[in-house]
Each structure stands twice: as C-alpha cells, then as structure tokens.
C-alpha cells in the first residue's frame, strides 16, 4: 500500500521559514516524479514546486521562486520543500503528490498525479 505522508506544517511569522517533509512508504520516491501542491482557501490546488524522477530538473511556481527549495533524499525515501521568507499569501494546506513518469518530466496538473499525501496546514500571519 503507497502511503505519502507529510509533516512539518505550522504556525509561523512572515518572514520565517519552514521545512516540509513528506515521507513515502509502499513505493521508491527514485523512481517517481514528485510535486508539491497547495491549495489556499477559496482557491484550486496549484502546483509549488517539482522534481523529475531523475533528480536532475526542477520546477517553481513564479510565485515561490527564489524562496521555496524541493528536494529528495533516497535513502530516507522522502521528498522535502523548505520554505523561506514566508508571507501570508503562503497560507494554505500543502500536499505531497507522486508520479511514475519518464525521467525528465514534472507534470504540473494535480490529475496526472495518482499518489497524494493527506496535506499538511501552514499559516503565515503578519
């Protein structure tokens, strides 16, 4: 059974920075393309930040770049995305997402993701 499961959301200023992680059980995070998700109140799921399978490329949102960082650790089979200089338009529930995929692709649409993690909550105050 594939379990994504994140951790590491909370409570902070803006300005502060926070390190998500998502741990996945049930598959190899190697082999599979991951993403970052969220969706704010009010608004559909959007793509933040992903990862080719093959670890060599990355995507950004425009609205993260430059503050938000995606990475993998294999032997820890778990994906990360720290977080700096957060601003309250970073409030939002944010989902690990995974994809077997050819190596140098990161689908951007939430559809072409068939494994999610239940969301973890930031909220970024003023």
């Known amino acids: 059974q594939v379990q994504l499961v994140e951790s590491g959301g909370g409570l902070v200023q803006a300005g502060d920075s926070l390190r998500l992680s998502c741990a996945a059980s049930?598959?190899?995070?190697?082999?599979?393309?991951v993403a970052w998700f969220r969706r704010a109140p009010g608004k559909e799921r959007e793509i933040v930040a992903g990862?080719?399978?093959?670890?060599?490329?990355?995507f950004y949102a425009d609205s993260v770049k430059g503050r938000f960082a995606i990475s993998r650790d294999n032997a820890k089979n778990t994906v990360y995305l720290q977080m700096n200089s957060l601003s309250p338009e970073d409030t939002a529930i944010y989902y690990c997402?995974?994809?077997?995929?050819?190596?140098?692709?990161?689908?951007?649409?939430?559809?072409?993701?068939?494994?999610w993690g239940q969301g973890t909550q930031v909220t970024v105050s003023s």
């Open positions: 997402a995974a994809r077997f995929t050819g190596l140098s692709e990161i689908p951007k649409a939430p559809s072409n993701y068939a494994y």
């Open positions: 049930g598959l190899t995070i190697s082999n599979y393309a």
């Open positions: 990862r080719t399978r093959s670890g060599d490329s990355t």
